[in-house]
């Protein structure tokens, strides 16, 4: 058992992302997309990668390959997983321009508002089923990682994620507007998590500890936060620009 790191990455900018138009599973990376890519796969190139899991989507697709035109990964060491697919966007806005009425307000219902997690207004995945898949993506991907993985997936699913790796499956609507509120996720960014086996086994132990030392008032102030204990820690957060990784002796 051994610490693992992943390098979680959004895709590059895609044609309709510069064209501000919502997304389905189509679309290829504008030329811009492919610039950046081309220069987050330098990056990557001192990271020891040895594995990659890659969404389905079309401008995932291109975005992995062109990073392993960098890698040189084998076809055995890279895996097309739904698991890491963006959230699915209601049917009746993919294609629409980002200031249409009716996709403006699909969206700021599903990302700006505090509502019931089970809410579905058309076809859409719901923010429960988007929160109960990440911690499937999760679980699926400490099964199956090494101790350097790549995976290459999307912006709000990005969020989502690191949203459960803090609060677990106790995340709220609230909790999760908040940080897609102030955590952007830009095209070709690549955010850093550690995962340290060792907390899982350590953490029943510090709770019962913890629990000795808390009255219950400051159980109750506990409750909604981040996770104690959590074997998962949020190195780096959309970075591509930098030479911070190296700086880490990663």
Known sequence: ?????????????TILNKEKRRQGSEGKLSENGVNEVEELSKRLLNMNIDRMFVSPYERTRQTASIINS???LPENKITITELLAERKNPSIIIGQSYDDPVAKSFVEIMDKTIHDPDLRLYDEENFADLRDRSIRAQKYLIKNS???????????FLKMFLSTLLYGKNLTVKQ???????????NAGVTLVKYEPIKVFTR????FFR?????E?????EINLPEKDSPWTILAYN???RDGFQKMHI
Do not use: W
């Open 1 to 13: 058992m051994f610490t693992k790191y992943f390098y979680l990455v959004r895709h590059g900018e």
């Open 70 to 72: 960098h890698l040189n």
């Open 146 to 156: 090494s101790a350097h993985t790549l995976c290459i997936t999307h912006g709000i």
């Open 176 to 186: 999760h507007a908040e940080m897609n509120s102030y955590n952007p996720a830009d």
């Open 204 to 207: 029943p132990f510090k709770k």
């Open 211 to 215: 629990s000795l030392l808390n009255d």
């Open 217 to 221: 008032q400051n159980k109750n102030e």
């Open 239 to 241: 970075d591509y620009t």
